[in-house]
């Protein structure tokens, strides 16, 4: 597996090569986009009760500023709700096996009529949806819940840096 080298001035990966894994990849966009925690993202100088006008523009320039943050953030509250709530951990693993077997099925038929894998994939997704709430639903509007809360009340009260974000905004090619 190859390794990724983070910069000693940057908070940003080297870019994989094209053999890399898709977690490598994922881990290389999700990092790149990051904005540093203490001198940017928790600035407690950034933040003030915003006039009702400019809520929806805080939210929306904060939003896909600090996009990556949040995604740390939404994954450190999913991670923490399936550590401590072993039923909800259940679930997934369930979930995941279900998943598994259907997708170790090649050819799959019902009733003598044979299955899509369009079709096996709509059924998966129901099924995935229908377990998920009947047996985590509480924890799963927990960690949607939390989540949003702390998303866009940073959103909300942290004043957008506009000079930074049009200077760190990628360029079109």
């Known amino acids: 597996m190859e390794k990724m080298e983070v910069s000693p001035d940057s908070n940003t990966m080297d870019a994989p090569s094209a053999s890399a894994s898709w977690k490598d ?22 933040f003030a009760l915003p ?15 600090y996009a990556s943050n949040y995604a740390v953030i939404a994954a450190t ?11 909800f951990l259940f679930t997934l693993v369930v979930v995941g096996a279900l ?14 009529q044979a299955i899509t894998p369009k079709q096996k994939l709509v059924g998966l ?3 995935t ?3 998920l709430v009947v047996f985590a639903g509480t924890a799963i509007f927990v960690v949607i819940g939390i989540t949003a809360a ?3 009340g940073h959103a909300a009260l942290r004043n957008p840096n506009y000079e930074s974000m049009f200077q760190a905004a990628p360029s079109a090619v």
Do not use: H
């Open 25 to 46: 990849r994922a881990l290389v966009k999700i990092t790149s986009g990051m904005r540093p925690w203490k001198t940017d993202f928790a600035d407690t100088m950034q």
């Open 51 to 65: 006039v009702p006008r400019d809520i929806v523009g805080r939210i929306e320039s904060n939003v896909d500023y």
């Open 77 to 87: 509250i999913l991670f923490l709700a399936v550590v401590s709530q072993p039923y």
């Open 99 to 112: 998943w598994g077997y259907a997708y170790s099925i090649k050819e799959l038929v019902i009733k003598g």
């Open 125 to 127: 997704c129901a099924a």
């Open 129 to 131: 949806a229908l377990l």
């Open 150 to 152: 702390v998303v866009f």
